[in-house]
């Protein structure tokens, strides 16, 4: 004789291969939904907190050139140049968390397997590295000091239209010698380690959606989109009107092939 307990255990159905099947099915959906839309969140989280640095160094610049006279520091090129030279040294005393000097999408050094565009300059022999670079124009460096010496900013305070003027940003240097007929990119990633020539390279980064995050010298923070770097105003002389903006003529298929489509200036 059938118990009741046995009788409901017999009526009790297990799911099926097929149910099974489209159960997963439906959760590899969701998932192929739901990931780019996650890894955008990522990147957006990721984008604001680069402009939280830079937003920091912006205050950090400020501070330095306030304490001295309006200037920055002489800088130095290359890798053989002792560390004094270079931002992170010389604004060692404004800030404490080293973290502050990497972009959130660029935090491995290239000599620890990072890759351009997403990889932070060095690390150099005293171990110093970082993922933003200074516009090299700005520096307080001395008269006839090269065949451009004309160009550098080297005082702040009667600089107009100041809002235009990088001062630092998503770099793969730890500065930048920009002109306006610089190069772009060949492709996306390109890297470029000749100092001198098509110095652009080093900002034209597609760290950020095909864009770069700024600080100004305003002390503003803004994204800038790649074309528009060349219609900033890198140095005294910089004719923001090149070849490579839409006022000096260029057109889409002027660009590299990675660079067609994107917004132009």
């Known amino acids: 004789m059938h118990t009741f307990n046995s009788r409901i255990r017999s009526n009790q159905k297990g799911f099926t291969l097929i149910e099974l099947l489209v159960v997963i099915a439906i959760i590899a959906l969701l998932m192929g939904i739901l ?16 402009q939280s640095n830079l937003h920091q160094w912006a205050v950090m ?9 309006g200037s920055f520091h002489p800088g130095r090129g290359g890798t053989t140049y002792t560390a004094d030279d270079r931002w992170p040294t010389v604004l060692r005393y404004y800030y404490k968390d080293d973290d502050i000097r990497l972009c959130p999408m660029a935090t491995k050094p290239s000599t620890d397997g990072g890759q351009n565009p997403f990889c932070a300059w060095g690390r150099f022999d005293d171990g110093m590295y970082a993922s933003y670079g200074i516009n090299e124009w700005l520096l307080n460096r001395p008269v006839g000091s090269d065949s451009y010496s004309d160009n550098y900013w080297r005082k ?18 730890y500065d930048v010698w920009a002109f306006s007929i610089d190069e772009p ?20 980064l597609n760290r950020h959606n095909y864009a770069v995050n700024s600080a100004f010298l305003d002390w503003t923070v803004r994204k800038v989109n790649l074309k528009q770097l060349w219609t900033l105003k890198w140095h005294k002389n910089y004719n923001t009107k090149d070849m490579w903006t839409t006022a000096g003529g260029a057109v889409d298929t002027d660009w590299p092939e990675w660079m067609r489509g994107l917004k132009a200036y």
């Open 185 to 204: 990119p060949p492709y996306d990633g390109a890297d470029l380690t000749i100092g001198g020539k098509n110095e652009m390279w080093r900002v034209c």
């Open 35 to 50: 990931m780019p839309a996650l890894s955008r969140v990522k990147s957006m989280a990721r984008a604001a907190a680069c």
């Open 156 to 173: 702040l305070y009667n600089i107009k239209l100041s809002s235009n003027v990088p001062l630092f940003l998503d770099c793969r240097w």
């Open 61 to 69: 610049w400020s501070m330095y050139a306030d304490d001295n006279d």
